[in-house]
């Protein structure tokens, strides 16, 4: 994929949010495969580089907005993605278990059972 100026202020901001050193981890693990790769220049430039960039909400907001919605939907690989990502804007852990509990009352408890399992492996990776 040729690098636009999306995908140049998509792949800045990826590293913002995730880090250097999980980012190269991860292109080495899971996005070195051609397929995958494929995978990564679209959400770069797309997710990364077109919606993460729009002005409205600020980073940290926009970092809650995903760990809500994989929680709600049981996307528990992304939710662990994006619990990453709202740590490193600046959101607790603490914070991010309340907003977790509290959606028990509307999604399910089962549901948000795993959300938190998957948030606390993610809390003790970052410690």
């Keep these: 994929m040729s690098e636009s100026e999306t995908y140049r ?3 800045e901001l990826r590293r913002q949010l995730l880090g250097d050193e999980y980012v190269e981890r991860v292109n080495k693990a ?3 495969d051609p397929v995958m790769k494929k995978f990564i220049d679209v959400a770069t430039e797309t997710v990364f580089g077109a ?15 995903c760990v809500i919605t994989d929680a709600a939907t ?4 992304e939710l662990a ?17 309340e907003v977790l509990l509290h959606m028990s009352g509307y999604v399910g408890v089962p549901i948000i059972r795993e ?3 998957t948030a606390k492996e993610v809390f003790a990776e970052m410690r």
């Design 9 to 11: 202020k998509g792949g």
């Design 30 to 32: 899971t996005y070195a």
């Design 51 to 65: 919606l993460w960039t729009r002005p409205g909400l600020d980073l940290k907001t926009r970092t809650l907005v």
């Design 74 to 77: 049981g996307r528990f690989p």
């Design 81 to 97: 993605i994006h619990v990453r990502m709202a740590l490193r804007q600046g959101w607790t852990e603490e914070q991010l278990t």
């Design 115 to 117: 959300s938190l399992l």
